[in-house]
């Protein structure tokens, strides 16, 4: 099993430009999340995805964010426009049982924005 | 133990000696509990989780206690080697509800 994919890794941009993070979750898990993570503030949830479908969105910092899952095997969470504090490492985890078992993170993406 | 802020509390242990992690959880309705190990560059990674109905489990040199009297969580790692040189996170979930987790506590082992 491959795990969680994530990609890119690292992501350097400017303020003001558009952000795209992707995450492929674990085959037949049927629960996605997004967590964002920094010294001051650790882990916090984004927003998580049952069967494809938002849950809780609560998480999301403004309307500059926003994430998608059109299907079972890929998410997105997108960032427009970018500001230096979004700076920060960007974690996908997936699970089955709606979200009431255990969660396998991804490696992150360690967004820069300058 | 944890505590949501600014500063990471760690921990440091000789090779070879025992390990204990501590957290102390929010919300007394939470039912289901993970440590998670994150080492550095890499997402957090499972160890162990504890369900509410249980005081203690059991993995491979690793052991949670779970006290819900005082909201209180551990981990205790046997015979610590350098390779559990990591940040350690206690995340819990409440029927219904996303996990919560604490800021981290470092262990560092020293060889």
């Known amino acids: 099993d491959a795990g969680v994919i994530q990609s890119p890794r690292h992501e350097v941009t400017e303020m003001g430009q558009e952000v795209t993070l992707r995450c492929k979750p674990i085959s037949g898990h049927n629960s996605l999340f997004w967590y964002r993570q920094t010294m001051m503030r650790g882990l916090e949830l984004l927003i998580y995805?049952?069967?494809?479908?938002?849950i809780d969105d609560s998480g999301m910092p403004e309307d500059r964010f926003s994430a998608k899952m059109p299907n079972a095997s890929f998410s997105t969470l997108k960032i427009q426009p970018s500001e230096p504090r979004d700076s920060a490492v960007y974690f996908c985890?997936?699970?089955w049982g709606g979200g009431r078992e255990k969660l396998f993170f991804g490696s992150g993406t360690q967004l820069s924005v300058l | 133990g944890e505590s949501v802020g600014l500063h990471l509390p760690t921990l440091s242990v000789q090779e070879g000696d025992n390990s204990i992690i501590n957290c102390a959880y929010s919300?007394?309705?939470?039912?289901?509990f993970i440590w998670y190990k994150q080492e550095s560059g890499k997402g957090p990674q499972f160890i162990i989780d504890i369900r509410s109905n249980m005081d203690k489990r059991q993995g491979q040199r690793v052991t949670v206690l779970l006290n819900k009297t005082v909201k209180h969580l551990s981990l205790q790692i046997a015979a610590t080697q350098p390779g559990d040189s990591a940040v350690y996170f206690c995340a819990e979930n409440k029927a219904g509800n996303q996990f919560y987790f604490g800021t981290g506590t470092s262990l560092t082992v020293i060889p």
């Open positions: 995805f049952n069967n494809n479908v938002p």
């Open positions: 985890a997936s699970s």
């Open positions: 919300n007394s309705a939470s039912d289901y």
